[in-house]
């Protein structure tokens, strides 16, 4: 479990949940899949959709697209690169993400919990304020990031606001089947099924597909490619992601991590899955 966040290292860790939603609207899920759990940094996409839909391009003159091959919370490269972080998906380009949204967004503390309840079509999904405030007090690390970026000019409103904002997003809490309908659409060229939405150009899903596969598992990004061949994107709250293109979407869960934070049965789980049917984009 995430240990660093106290709220989330009560978490019972012998838990685990699998569900496939494929572009036909067909659900399949085994063990706890209805079970909710802290999103945590998955929230990162659907932060980064929405900047996109504000600021189009223009985001990535303020954090860049490459992987970091660093852990997801490292401060060792934003020195050196002048407070540009080197993608959206590490904590760093979040905040900076974050700092965008806060910017442009009406009522940014409750934006993307609407967006996730549209593209789900369910709407009691809720921010775990227990966790947000226990991230909030063992911000260290993460205020050290925006304020570093700050210096550099990369960060424009307050500090402590946005981080707020963060850590509520990276709290809300979804089951592996609520994450399979919300992340549909980047199985079917931007377009969600349930809700008849073109959420994203066919162009603009490619691209986050692209930045999942890229960095969506942090410095474990290689070897997620290597041993599952998907687009992914997990948190440290023990979700993962995954995208077969044009095909479907499939969500594990299970809050045991791996030394660089991401799921341990969930990557498993997904390997055999990969490997037996085999799935990969390359
Ligand atoms: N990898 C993660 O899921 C990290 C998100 C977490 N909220 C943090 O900022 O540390």
Redesign the pocket.
């Known amino acids: 479990m995430?240990n660093?966040?106290p709220a989330l290292a009560e978490v019972n860790p012998d838990q685990f949940g699998i569900a496939i939603y494929s572009n036909d609207g067909t659900l399949h899920t085994a063990g706890d899949a209805e079970s909710e759990f802290s999103i945590?940094?998955i929230s990162k996409v659907f932060n980064l959709i929405l900047a996109m839909q504000q600021y189009g391009e223009d985001i990535w003159s303020r954090v860049g697209h490459e992987p970091s091959g660093q852990p997801?919370?490292s401060l060792v490269q934003l020195e050196y690169e002048s407070g540009i972080p080197r993608n959206p998906f590490i904590?760093a380009g979040a905040l900076v993400i974050s700092d965008m949204n806060y910017s442009r967004i009406a009522a940014p503390q409750y934006a993307m919990r609407e967006f996730v309840r549209r593209l789900t079509g369910n709407p009691n999904l809720h921010y775990d304020h227990a966790v947000s405030d226990s991230?909030f007090e063992t911000r260290a690390?993460?205020a050290a990031m925006a304020y570093l970026m700050q210096s550099f000019g990369n960060f424009h409103n307050n500090v402590e606001e946005v981080l707020r904002y963060?850590?509520n997003n990276?709290s809300l809490r979804m089951s592996c089947v609520d994450l399979v309908k919300a992340f549909s659409f980047l199985a079917n060229r931007g377009y969600c099924r349930h809700s008849d939405t073109q959420i994203l150009s066919e162009l603009d899903s490619k691209k986050i597909n692209a930045l999942m596969a890229t960095s969506g598992l942090?410095d474990e990004a290689g070897n997620f490619a290597y041993r599952v061949g998907l687009p992914g994107k997990?948190?440290?709250?023990g979700g993962i992601v995954a995208i077969v293109p044009d095909q479907f979407s499939v969500c594990v869960w299970s809050p045991e991590l791996n030394a660089a934070?991401n799921s341990l049965a969930g990557m498993s789980a997904l390997e055999i899955l990969s490997k037996r049917i085999g799935w990969s984009i390359f």
Do not use: H, L, M, P
């Open positions: 995430a660093y966040i945590q940094s997801f919370n904590n991230e690390r993460n963060y850590f990276c942090y997990s948190g440290v709250g934070g």
